[in-house]
Nanobody
Framework: QVQLVESGGGLVQAGGSLRLSCTAS????????MGWFRQAPGKQRELVAL???????IYTDSVKGRFTISRDNAKNTVDLQMNSLRPEDTGVYYC?????????WGQGTQVTVSS
């Protein structure tokens, strides 16, 4: 089992920045991919960014050039630096870890961007 705890959400004005952090604990060996997803009110959860172990990061088009995902395998953490935030970035942000055939989710952290 892998437990994920996110932190760093909050309220920010459009154009501002936030940094989200996620720490994995438990049986963290062989986590292949860590990433961030988000869910806006009334919408489905969507991919924001993925950090494969030993591979290149993947971003959804709407955040390219504004968000940066970084992973520290030694510390079992994955961070999401979010710059130039827009109101449409508002939502609950979830951390996810992929280990073998299992997906683990954090509890989510709220990000609200005011216009």
């Amino acid at each position: 089992q892998v437990q994920l705890v996110e932190s760093g959400g909050g309220l920010v004005q459009a154009g501002g920045s936030l940094r989200l952090s996620c720490t994995a604990s438990g049986s963290t060996f062989s986590i292949s991919v860590m990433g961030w997803f988000r869910q806006a009110p009334g919408k489905q959860r969507e991919l924001v960014a993925l950090a494969p172990s030993g591979g290149s990061a993947i971003y959804t088009d709407s955040v390219k050039g504004r968000f940066t995902i970084s992973r520290d395998n030694a510390k079992n953490t994955v961070d999401l630096q979010m710059n130039s935030l827009r109101p449409e970035d508002t939502g609950v942000y979830y951390c996810r870890a992929h280990q073998f055939s299992n997906y683990y989710w954090g509890q989510g952290t709220q990000v609200t961007v005011s216009s």
